[in-house]
């Protein structure tokens, strides 16, 4: 294969990524291809993008194609539910239990708004129902948590059912059933049903989406991948057939959001994991480069990713990216086996105003547009954009590798406005806008660490996205990390299609299970077989050689009394009473790694509440921190013109700081802070008493700790 | 501050502990306190400085739970808080809000009482969950970190959290047969669990020997240890980086802003008295009579003066709240409906309110009486409350859109015996964790909410609790007509139905709040009618197994027939459900706003064509007549809406005469003062007339309410509501105001009969 090509469509911009690898004997080369986005037939952009980067590779489309392999990560699931542009959906649900979806579990859907929207109870609300209600159908039925029927399906009932939503007109049907994650009889015979009916319908039930013990979370994961469904199905498939005209036979690898790559049918299947899996690819490459590479001094990573109006925070822990088993669309929060990654409302749109005499920042954005006042496109409140400008971080000719001109008067005299208030000028106004957000910033991580039980010390921090070389080292500062990484600065516009692209085939499948200790293996021996099965049946499909898989067991646990569930890595093989011991035992120790020692309650036993099987296959092969700098030494013109930048926490004057074309730098470069380097798509700050080099992936790496 | 509340003892022995105006002078001078603080702190510092303590206190939540991993702290039953040396709260969290109450109390009580001997150190951590000094309840165990720094008593830290148990004569603590507090879960007045860093064994042995589930109390208590710990070392922290006097200026900062932005409010608020009566069902399982409580709160300028008189004096059984409940609901409240903007930093605020009360009432209870069983009756307590500061807020244009009538009241069903594995359960259902909200100025109630006074309560996954006892749930719907009508309707409750599941004994104790069983959830406001009392309906050897085998699952309790149907008091010991046995439990609405017939004829449509209301509640409640396709028949709902208009004019006048004094017209601006009524001036008078007709119904100093036209009516005229005389003896009625010119309907509440007709606000 003479070409990895990774294409990540955003909302704005479709990126795309190909890198010519090393097969006959040339060095790799790296090139990135960038075309507007253009929804709603999002493939146009996609194969706009691609032809750029055959044109710059020098080659013709076809002739790209013909040798490569596509990885995508797909937003387009994303897109409909954001902008309501999704299927008419039905709900079949068991009877007396479909009001699950409006009840919303009461509270329990505040718990991921800000605080300031939680206190306001006046204020508050429920959002739009995903299914109207006229279309939830209650279905003759029901199991229990041992698996037996209590009430066995009612077919002549259901044909009913089924029968009115299909008059009613819908496109997809999603079906939930109570713990149908332990016995799927009635979902999987609904599911005939409805195709006897309506062989054209879209359906997705929850045993396959998301077989985990929970109705409400269950049931809405169910509902998003209908929602989603046909308008994927038809995404893809125009995709597909231009890709074809293109040249292009190999399969279409999809990125999901649960950190690895699926192929275009099964993501046609279950579109639910493409969704979120953009911040994902941008986590996956971090973790790669700290696998690979350890850049930044080890494999501890956080991840900040800066956009225009969110932060979003992931965290590698010793080169592995941390999961959860759940993900929020709104208010709804839905079961989908993701990486954490938590999105905070700070980012370069993030407005700055007073609250009587406080000064505010976020976590309301201007977003791209009208965005920031320094842009000219109609913004008149100030944003953190504007802020760093005013204070001299960013070049106004050179924003965007100049691709847009700031008006930096027009920001400075916005925050003069809003600082009036407090008797700050625009420039004293910036500085503490700026200052704010990066604590606040800070404060998100740190509290995500706590939860996840991890100490920030231990960290290095990647800043990517269009802020993180801006905020990266503040941040990091104030966190006590060790180092921070913009990793990859001069293609940084193709971070996240460059993850896409190393990232590796992964499916998941998982039973759920309530078993109580001491667990009987032959119940756990049943179960190991048939999940590698199916696992292994997806990735052969998915183009992976069968003897290419690798599986990897997890098993999830709890103390019987406590809610707290812990999915421990479990060992391969036959299961006997020693492997059970084993496996408790791995529970103990990772438990108390997480909560803290003496905090499980073993005396009254555990739980097994589900068995997962993760099968992965390498695909293309790319590890990120291989693909070194091209052009070796630093050029001796790579120092700009010094200008003057007002860091705040000093005496508010400005300094005449030192500015550095980061194309032009090569590797082993090294710099005293204050700084700035300046890439085309990023500029990364480098503040007082650290020192700033660049690494041999290209990436700049901040010592916090040692001034040159 | 009347003499006679000067004079009472608030020492926390016999009544509730309040710190007298001179407490400071009784710490010891052995205690360092640190009380300065640096003038000159810069606005971007102090926002930095404010968001890290909320950062905080919320890793201070985080830790209780991950360490804890109870189901019960999981589903958010504690609270926890930053305070100054001096105990006054800077941040809290958006749980349960009243349970913070305790923690300026009863770290005020240890600073004047044990600061000398056996000293307040560093490190130490005190324990206590003495109901009269520091606790809410028995239940909710305070636990409070001093934080030094330099050897100064810098601040505070502390939480309060629910235990699985503490003994007394019922498992969980709600005894609802306790005569008094010996028959309640242990009374622990503060001692120091920890000691100068060292847990002391001695006195976790102590604590733990009162449980029936000890091994979980001590996961807890770690828990709970480990949260004010990790807060402490980050302020600390906070305190060397940017130096001690630095975050207490921000600190202080906060409190001021939070009473300052009290004080605004407050100033957009005509003086007045406002007044609410709440009634309070069988002090003991069984009896069939009800209490009565009143809360009046004053206020002039800048101030509040919260009074308890007229309230029943506390007697044998669980209907009496101590101090700290007390207080922690106006606060509570206070917290989501006026000061929202400053993110729960309710200390600030407290500095603006006077307390006259007369101590040995139900509000307000001493010891012994039983109170643990009694935390339920602190949810009629914040509604009460509720109403009243929404009744404040709808005085003033830019306050109008934060009222919220109240929400559902509490019901807590215990269910207890041992699955067929024989193991033992007994656990509360918390569905009640599902009520509705009450309607707001703009705009309807928001279904199965959760309450307003612990935003992010949540009702658990159904598969989640049948994991954990065996039973099915064979049900849960939104409620139709579980809000109270009006303009704007509360917002509804839940159905649940439960059935035993593999069980090999099963019994219901019911717990419940006020009158939510026997009359109403809680009230509306402004005409808008309380939303109806909700139930536990046991169905007795039901045919639900038959029509399971057969494949017809019930959707609800209609859908069966049984042997026998019981409605379960509001307080009982002990129903036993057997296999085929059906329990339905609706958990409350919100109260509504307004008057019904003004209700957009096309919201009832839709909340018709949706189940959210009863196609009777529309005919006869909003007067709205529906085509047979769900279309508002327009004429016919003017004719409808004319007549129900109409049958008002024949109800009768309140028979007191005006007696408001003559206020001269002040040239003022009319003001809207309530749904329907503006303060106006009239013929050389200001005066309170009717904001639709202009009917003058008093003096801008008298009770619109007695001005009004009345009806008593049968409390079942709440549609879906019960007949209060299945469970109380005295008379209950619905009482109904209306304009004697236009007839709008102003005013609906549930009261005893022969209660005087009583102004529920007053301008001074």
């Known amino acids: 294969m003479r070409y990895i090509v990774g294409v990540d469509i955003g909302g704005t911009f479709t990126d795309c990524v190909a890198i010519r690898t090393s097969v006959d004997g040339l060095l790799p080369m790296v090139k990135i291809g960038k075309s507007s986005s253009t929804p709603p037939d999002f493939q146009t952009g996609f194969i706009a993008a691609l032809r750029t980067a055959a044109e710059v590779h020098g080659v013709g489309l076809d002739e790209m194609l013909a040798d490569a392999q596509v990885y995508h990560g797909c937003t387009v699931g994303t897109n409909a539910l954001v902008e309501h542009k999704t299927a008419r959906v039905g709900l079949l649900a068991t009877r007396g239990h479909t009001d699950t979806v409006f009840i919303m579990k009461a509270g329990n859907r505040l718990k991921y708004l800000p605080a300031n929207y939680i206190a306001h109870v006046a204020k508050q609300t429920k959002p739009e129902p995903l299914v109207p209600k006229s279309l939830c159908e209650g279905i003759d039925e029901r199991v229990a948590f041992d698996g037996a029927v209590f009430a066995p399906l009612n077919e002549d009932t259901a044909r009913a059912s089924i029968r009115r939503l299909v008059d009613q007109g819908v496109e997809?049907?999603?079906?939930?059933?109570?713990?149908?994650?332990?016995?799927?009889?009635?979902?999987?015979?609904?599911?005939?049903?409805?195709?006897?009916?309506?062989?054209?319908?879209?359906?997705?039930?929850?045993?396959?989406?998301?077989?985990?013990?929970?109705?409400?979370?269950?049931?809405?994961?169910?509902?998003?991948?209908?929602?989603?469904?046909?308008?994927?199905?038809?995404y893809l498939e125009a995709l597909e057939i231009d890709l074809r005209t293109n040249g292009y036979t190999k399969s279409l690898q999809i990125m999901s959001c649960t950190g690895g790559l699926i192929d275009a049918d099964y993501a046609r299947e279950v579109p639910v994991l493409t969704v979120g899996s953009g911040p994902v690819a941008g986590l996956i490459g971090a973790a790669s480069l700290a696998k690979a590479a350890e850049v930044g001094g080890g494999r501890n990573v956080i991840t900040a990713d800066v956009g225009g109006t969110t932060l979003d925070i992931g965290t590698v822990y010793d080169g592995t990216p941390v999961r959860r088993p759940t993900a929020s669309y709104g208010q709804y929060e839905y079961f989908v086996p993701t990486l954490d990654v938590r999105s905070v409302g700070a980012g370069g749109g993030s407005i700055v105003r007073t609250e009587g005499s406080v000064l505010k920042v976020g976590p309301h954005s201007a977003g791209a547009r009208p965005g920031p006042v320094c842009f000219g496109r109609g913004g008149t409140e100030p944003t953190v954009t504007d802020a760093a400008v005013v204070l001299g971080f960013f070049d106004p000719t050179y924003f965007f590798g100049g691709k847009i001109t700031l008006d930096t008067a027009a920001a400075e005299a916005a925050l003069a406005r809003v600082g009036a208030t407090l008797g700050l000028d625009g420039k004293q106004t910036a500085a503490a806008a700026l200052q704010i957000i990066d604590s606040q910033m800070a404060d998100a991580i740190w509290l995500t660490l706590t939860q996840q039980g991890h100490d920030p010390r231990e960290f290095s921090l990647y800043g990517f996205g269009g802020g993180g070389g801006l905020h990266g080292a503040a941040i990091a500062r104030e966190l006590g990390a060790r180092s921070?990484?913009?990793?990859?600065?001069?293609?940084?516009?193709?971070?996240?299609?460059?993850?896409?692209?190393?990232?590796?085939?992964?499916?998941?499948?998982?039973?759920?299970?309530?078993?109580?200790?001491?667990?009987?293996?032959?119940?756990?021996?049943?179960?190991?077989?048939?999940?590698?099965?199916?696992?292994?049946?997806?990735?052969?499909?998915?183009?992976?050689?069968?003897?290419?898989?690798?599986?990897?067991?997890?098993?999830?646990?709890?103390?019987?009394?406590?809610?707290?569930?812990?999915?421990?890595?479990?060992?391969?093989?036959?299961?006997?009473?020693?492997?059970?011991?084993?496996?408790?035992?791995?529970?103990?120790?990772?438990?108390?790694?997480?909560?803290?020692?003496?905090?499980?309650?073993?005396?009254?036993?555990?739980?097994?509440?589900?068995?997962?099987?993760?099968?992965?296959?390498?695909?293309?092969?790319?590890?990120?921190?291989?693909?070194?700098?091209?052009?070796?030494?630093?050029?001796?013109?790579?120092?700009?013109?010094?200008?003057?930048?007002?860091?705040?926490?000093?005496?508010?004057?400005?300094?005449?700081?030192?500015?550095?074309?980061?194309?032009?730098?090569?590797?082993?470069?090294?710099?005293?802070?204050?700084?700035?380097?300046?890439?085309?798509?990023?500029?990364?700050?480098?503040?007082?008493?650290?020192t700033a080099g660049i690494d041999p992936t290209g990436s700049v790496v901040i010592d916090l700790h040692a001034a040159a | 501050m009347a003499s006679a509340a000067t004079q009472i003892d608030w020492n926390g022995r016999t009544h509730s502990y309040r710190p007298r105006p001179d407490w400071r002078d009784r710490i010891s001078p052995r205690l360092r306190l640190h009380t300065t603080y640096d003038d000159n702190l810069d606005p971007v510092t102090f926002e930095v400085i404010r968001q890290k303590l909320w950062t905080i206190n919320l890793a201070h939540g985080e830790t209780i739970t991950r360490i804890s991993g109870s189901p019960l702290l999981a589903s958010l039953d504690f609270n926890m808080s930053i305070l100054t040396e001096d105990a006054e709260v800077v941040v809290n969290a958006p749980y349960v809000q009243f349970l913070n109450a305790g923690a300026p109390l009863g770290i005020r009580y240890i600073l004047e009482t044990h600061a000398g001997k056996p000293g307040i150190d560093e490190g130490d951590i005190w324990c206590c969950n003495d109901p009269w000094i520091a606790a809410c309840h028995q239940m909710d165990v305070m636990f409070a970190a001093p934080i030094f720094v330099d050897g100064q008593l810098f601040g505070w830290v502390a939480n309060a959290g629910h235990q699985y148990d503490l003994g007394g004569i019922v498992p969980g603590g709600w005894p609802q047969n306790a005569e008094d507090v010996y028959s309640d879960p242990v009374v622990l007045t503060p001692f120091k669990m920890v000691e100068r860093g060292e847990l002391r064994t001695d006195m976790e042995a102590l604590y733990l020997r009162q449980s029936r589930m000890p091994d979980l109390v001590a996961l807890d208590l770690r828990a709970q240890i480990a949260g004010v710990v990790l807060a402490r070392d980050q302020i600390v922290g906070l305190a060397k980086r940017y130096g001690a006097d630095t975050i207490k200026a921000a600190m202080r900062r906060m409190l001021d802003q939070a009473q300052e932005s009290f004080r605004q409010t407050l100033l957009k608020v005509p003086d007045g008295t406002w007044t609410e009566i709440r009634y309070l069902d069988e002090a003991l399982p069984g009896q069939r009579t009800t209490q009565r409580t009143q809360l009046t709160i004053t206020k002039k300028g800048d101030r509040i003066a919260i009074n308890n008189a007229g309230t029943d004096a506390q007697t044998p059984g669980t209907n009496g709240i101590p101090f700290t409940s007390f207080s922690g609901s106006i606060t509570g409240i206070i917290s989501v409906s006026m000061l929202y903007a400053q993110l729960f930093a309710y200390g600030g605020c407290e500095r603006q309110i006077d307390y006259d009360l007369t101590p040995g009432l139900l509000l307000c209870c001493d010891y012994p009486t039983a109170v643990s069983g009694g935390i339920l009756q602190t949810i009629p307590m914040m509604n009460a409350v509720q109403s009243i500061l929404s009744r404040m807020l709808a005085t003033d244009d830019t306050l109008r859109p934060d009222l919220v009538a109240p929400c559902g009241d509490f019901m807590l069903p215990v269910l207890i015996g041992y699955d067929d594995r024989g193991k033992y359960f007994g656990q509360a259902i918390l569905d009640s964790f599902g009520c509705g909200s009450g309607a707001r100025s703009f705009g309807d109630g928001v279904d199965s909410s959760g309450p307003t006074f612990s935003p992010l309560s949540m009702v658990l996954n159904v598969e989640q609790i049948e994991q954990w006892f065996p039973l099915l749930f064979l049900y849960r719907n939104e409620d139709a007509d579980g809000g109270g009508p009006g303009e704007y309707r509360g917002g509804n409750g839940m159905r649940s139905a439960i059935t035993p599941y593999r069980s090999?004994?099963?019994?219901?104790?019911?717990?419940?709040?006020?009158?939510?069983?026997?009359?109403?959830?809680?009230?509306?406001?402004?005409?808008?009618?309380?939303?109806?009392?909700?139930?536990?309906?046991?169905?007795?050897?039901?045919?639900?197994?038959?029509?399971?085998?057969?494949?017809?699952?019930?959707?609800?309790?209609?859908?069966?027939?049984?042997?026998?149907?019981?409605?379960?008091?509001?307080?009982?010991?002990?129903?036993?459900?057997?296999?085929?046995?059906?329990?339905?439990?609706?958990?409350?609405?919100?109260?509504?706003?307004g008057d019904p017939l003004l209700r957009d004829p096309d919201r009832v449509a839709r909340d018709v064509d949706l189940g959210y209301t009863s196609a009777d509640a529309a005919t006869t409640i909003y007067g709205v007549a529906l085509a047979p396709d769900g279309v508002v028949d327009i004429a016919a709902t003017d004719t409808l809406r004319d007549r129900l208009r109409g049958e008002r004019a024949a109800w009768r006048a309140s028979g007191v005469n005006d007696d408001s004094p003559f206020i001269a017209a002040t040239g003022a601006p009319s003001q809207r003062i309530h749904a329907y009524i503006a303060s106006v001036d009239q013929d050389g008078e200001r005066v309170l007339a009717c904001d639709r007709c202009g009917h003058r119904y008093c003096g801008h100093g008298g009770d619109y309410k007695t001005a009004a036209l009345m009806d008593d009516a049968p409390a079942t005229a709440i549609p879906s509501n019960v007949d209060p005389a299945h469970f109380v003896d005295e008379p209950i009625v619905l009482r109904r105001f209306a304009c004697p010119s236009c007839h709008v309907q102003v005013g609906a509440e549930v009261t005893k009969a022969n209660e005087a007709v009583k102004a529920e606000m007053v301008f001074a």
């Open chain 1, 172 to 234: 997809a049907i999603a079906i939930s059933l109570l713990w149908s994650s332990v016995n799927d009889a009635h979902e999987k015979r609904l599911r005939e049903l409805v195709l006897e009916i309506a062989p054209h319908l879209f359906v997705s039930i929850s045993s396959e989406v998301s077989p985990r013990v929970g109705e409400y979370e269950r049931t809405i994961a169910t509902i998003v991948n209908a929602l989603i469904g046909p308008p994927m199905r038809l």
């Open chain 1, 484 to 690: 921070v990484v913009v990793p990859m600065s001069n293609l940084a516009a193709g971070w996240s299609a460059f993850g896409i692209s190393a990232s590796e085939a992964l499916v998941t499948e998982q039973t759920a299970m309530s078993l109580s200790s001491p667990f009987d293996p032959d119940e756990i021996n049943r179960r190991w077989p048939v999940l590698e099965a199916r696992v292994a049946e997806k990735l052969v499909k998915q183009g992976v050689p069968a003897d290419a898989v690798e599986f990897h067991r997890f098993a999830e646990m709890r103390y019987q009394l406590q809610i707290n569930q812990v999915a421990v890595p479990a060992e391969g093989g036959v299961y006997d009473a020693a492997a059970v011991e084993r496996l408790v035992a791995t529970f103990e120790t990772e438990y108390e790694r997480l909560y803290g020692k003496g905090s499980g309650f073993a005396g009254v036993g555990f739980g097994l509440t589900s068995l997962q099987v993760h099968g992965t296959a390498k695909l293309s092969g790319l590890r990120v921190g291989d693909l070194v700098q091209q052009g070796a030494d630093a050029a001796s013109d790579a120092a700009k013109k010094p200008r003057d930048v007002i860091w705040y926490g000093r005496d508010g004057a400005s300094e005449t700081t030192s500015v550095y074309d980061g194309v032009r730098l090569g590797v082993g470069f090294k710099t005293p802070g204050p700084a700035i380097i300046e890439f085309p798509d990023t500029t990364v700050v480098v503040p007082h008493g650290c």
């Open chain 2, 504 to 593: 090999q004994s099963m019994t219901v104790v019911t717990n419940s709040g006020g009158q939510c069983i026997s009359a109403q959830n809680c009230g509306g406001l402004f005409g808008g009618l309380p939303a109806p009392a909700g139930h536990y309906l046991v169905y007795y050897r039901s045919d639900l197994l038959d029509k399971a085998r057969s494949g017809i699952m019930p959707a609800s309790i209609y859908d069966l027939t049984a042997e026998h149907i019981v409605p379960l008091r509001a307080k009982s010991n002990g129903a036993p459900l057997d296999a085929g046995d059906v329990m339905e439990i609706r958990t409350g609405g919100g109260g509504g706003y």
